[in-house]
């Protein structure tokens, strides 16, 4: 980007000269540790399923140009253009998502997934972001006008995507916007009446889930009680771990893709640890801890409340999902299906990032206080 000086008034140029270089960097590398590790798990994969050996890395690798081009095209739009398209993002994907219930396939017991032709899409992915920004977008707007119903708003919001997410079901997703919409209430100044409440229906419902739901109930107790129930996968990603020590064991040689079912996505990070060692698994930990870190002090620079609060809540919760399967993978928290992102295989939850990172980086990108103003 040398070519490119301060002088140019080109679109690439402005961008270049507004956009956080160090969050760009380490989406770049964290897209290309998702081919690498694609290459790496995914052929065993394709063996057991009877496919091609890179049939997954060839359908990752076609979803690296359009999540590229979404994260530059994204990151382009202001601050309210961001609102905007996250209205229009939120009411198609939460309609898809809502078909979901009524046309997708049944798949390991639950709805989340429509077939359009080849491809599978999950929509919820698609509504994370669009859901954190207009969250954002209506406590901001709440505490410019004390008269505008907010709160009300927001919790609306949440129950409307909460109450499909449990109908899916999927409470893995319902305990990543929990979490996300609790710290903006936090971050928004809500009275401790509301976080208090917040907080007793998120316990309320975490107490209802495990005594209604038989498979989330048996997972916690795998993980209370490891002796008392099958932890195959868990016990075999920890030994990946323990095989891989700091260097790993070498690219293609780890043995734990060959047995574990969701080596490609869920358990990518053991896969990560066996062939690439504690060195790769620190690095993309690290890789994960400066984009949020580089959004946050970005967000606390800022004096608009909407950019405060959208940014600290899609780093929050791109954050948040990282350490989750990455906490699954290392046995801290009982098993949950959800992807690393950026790294796991999977179509919609990349792209679904992919547009996260671009709102994230258009919110934190350096303006004018000309430019400023007419936000």
């Known amino acids: 980007m040398a070519l490119l000086s301060r002088t140019d008034r080109s679109v690439l140029a402005r961008w270049w000269w507004t956009v956080d270089h160090w969050s760009v960097a380490c ?3 964290l897209i290309a540790a998702g081919v690498l590790l694609a290459l790496a798990a995914s052929p065993a994969v394709a063996h057991r399923i009877g496919v091609e050996p890179f049939y997954f890395v060839y359908r990752q690798l076609s979803f690296v140009a359009p999540s590229l ?3 530059f095209a994204v990151s382009l739009l202001g601050p309210r253009d961001v609102r905007r398209f996250a209205l229009v ?3 198609v994907a939460f309609g898809l998502m809502v078909a979901t219930l009524f046309f997708g396939p049944e798949i390991k017991g639950a709805q989340r997934w429509l077939q359009i032709g080849i491809f599978s899409l999950e929509p919820s992915e ?5 859901f954190v920004v207009l969250i954002a977008a209506v406590l901001a707007e709440r505490n410019r006008s004390p008269r505008f119903p907010g709160t009300a708003f927001a919790i609306a919001l949440y129950a409307m995507v909460v109450g499909v997410l449990i109908l899916q079901p999927d409470f893995g997703q319902t305990l990543l916007i929990t979490t996300v919409c609790a710290a903006l209430f936090f971050l928004a100044g809500l009275r401790w009446f509301w976080m208090a409440a917040f907080g007793a229906v998120a316990l309320l419902g975490a107490i209802g889930t495990y005594v ?12 209370v009680n490891p002796e008392h129930g099958d932890t195959f996968q868990v016990n075999t990603a920890l030994n990946a771990f323990t095989q891989g020590g700091l260097t790993g064991v070498g690219p293609g040689e780890g043995t734990v893709k060959f047995v574990l079912p969701d080596a490609h996505t869920d358990f990518i990070f ?6 690439f060692g504690l060195a ?3 690095l993309l930990i690290v890789l994960f801890g400066v984009i949020v870190i580089r959004a946050l002090n970005r967000a606390l620079a800022e004096k608009d409340h909407f950019i405060q609060l959208a940014s600290a809540g899609l780093a929050t919760m791109l954050g948040l999902q990282a350490f989750i399967n990455m906490a699954v993978n290392l046995s801290l928290i009982p098993a949950k299906g959800m992807t690393l992102p950026f790294v796991s295989y999977g179509g919609s939850s990349m792209l679904a990032v992919a547009l996260t ?3 994230l980086l258009a919110l934190t990108r350096r303006r004018p206080p000309a430019a400023a103003q007419r936000r």
Do not use: N, Q, W
């Open 126 to 130: 698609f509504v994370k972001p669009a």
């Open 89 to 91: 993002l939120f009411v």
């Open 69 to 71: 081009i979404l994260i």
């Open 27 to 29: 989406v770049a590398v």
């Open 212 to 223: 209604m739901v038989p498979h989330v109930a048996s997972r916690v107790d795998r993980f």
């Open 270 to 275: 053991a896969v990560a640890g066996e062939e």
């Open 280 to 282: 790769a698994c620190t």
């Open 357 to 359: 990172a671009g709102m």
